[in-house]
Every structure is written in C-alpha cells, then in structure tokens.
C-alpha cells in the first residue's frame, strides 16, 4: 500500500470502524513496531483523561438510575 493509499483509508474508512476494531488495529501496529524497533511500546491514559472518563460514567449512571418517589 502506498503511502497516498493509506492516507485515502484512513480518510474513508476510519472513522466508520467500531471502538474494538481501533484498539485492534492500534494492538497490531504497536506489536509491529515492537518487533521492528526491539522496544515494547504500550498506551497509558493520562490520569486527568481516566478521572474524566469515570466521572461521565457515573453522571451517566446516575442518570439512568433516578427513581422519583411517585414512580417506585
């Protein structure tokens, strides 16, 4: 694949991938990079990005779990 190529896929088809299928792909290319640079490469979230992450995910949930008293 050319590099033109491989920005063209990118372009069409990357955004319509699933969650899953990016980390997939992410894996593969790191994995690559590993054999080829003899480096074990990894991904870390950033604190402020995981505390974030968590704290819409409980929004969300509390959200979804509000019961008024006339409703239980």
């Known amino acids: 694949m050319t590099d033109k190529a491989i920005v063209e896929w990118i372009e069409h088809h990357l955004d319509k991938k699933e969650t899953n299928d990016l ?28 505390r974030a992450k968590l704290d819409n995910n409980v929004s969300e949930w509390d959200d979804d779990n ?5 409703g239980c």
């Open 23 to 50: 980390w997939d792909l992410q894996a593969a290319i790191l994995t690559e990079l590993s054999k080829r640079d003899s480096v074990s490469y990894r991904v870390r979230a950033s604190d402020s990005s995981v």
């Open 66 to 70: 509000v019961h008024d008293s006339e």
